[in-house]
């Protein structure tokens, strides 16, 4: 079987993830395979965050300070402990730039699908991955803590490291599940 292919079959989400993380060389590979994502008129409409060591505390702190008057205790204490679950997270931002021909939202699933690549390169390095959003990603507090523009967005928190259990394998849905023929053929 051909190694890419091989390699997208057998990708999942890892949620059980520890030290080591993945080292400058694997994660600056895995960048530059992300950076070959679908981009119309190469405009690089994405950045990346890397958090790790003392940052994942400072991040968990942000998380924590985004909380709403309404969150209880229990809240944000799981706010603060977020970023604890990997040994590195990854902060994606769809930074999209004014382009008369490429819409914000086209420049915007160019970096998803070059999350999906990152993910996937860090996958065929040995290392396990999960991406997570959730509401925090909107929050105008972690938003401005991590330094956003106004016309950019966290496109996921990427979670990775070292997989620390073999999980159940997910059941996959049959390709004809979800693909059919247009216009339908007739019989």
């Not at 998380?63 to 229990?74: G, L, N, P």
């Not at 008369?100 to 860090?122: F, I, M, R, T």
């Amino acid at each position: 079987m051909n190694p890419v292919i091989e390699a997208l079959l057998n990708r999942s989400s890892e949620p059980k993830l520890t030290t080591p993380a993945p080292p400058a060389s694997v994660l600056e590979q895995a960048f530059a395979c992300a950076a070959r994502a679908p981009d119309h008129a190469l405009l690089r409409p994405w950045r990346y965050l890397v958090v790790e060591g003392e940052g994942l505390q400072q991040l968990g702190s942000l998380f924590e300070a985004s909380a709403t008057d309404s969150d209880s205790e229990r809240q944000r204490e799981k706010l603060r402990a977020m970023p604890l679950r990997a040994p590195m997270v990854v902060v994606a931002i769809a930074s999209p730039v004014s382009h008369p021909k490429v819409p914000v939202q086209e420049q915007n699933y160019s970096c998803a699908a070059g999350v999906a690549y990152l993910v996937l390169a860090l996958h065929s390095a040995g290392f396990g991955a999960m991406w997570r959003t959730g509401d925090v990603a909107e929050r105008a507090r972690v938003r401005e803590g991590l330094g956003l523009q106004p016309t950019e967005s966290i496109v996921g928190f990427i979670y990775t490291g070292t997989v620390t259990a073999e999980k159940p394998a997910v059941p996959r849905a049959e390709v004809s599940q979800f693909v059919s023929r247009w216009p339908q053929p007739e019989d």
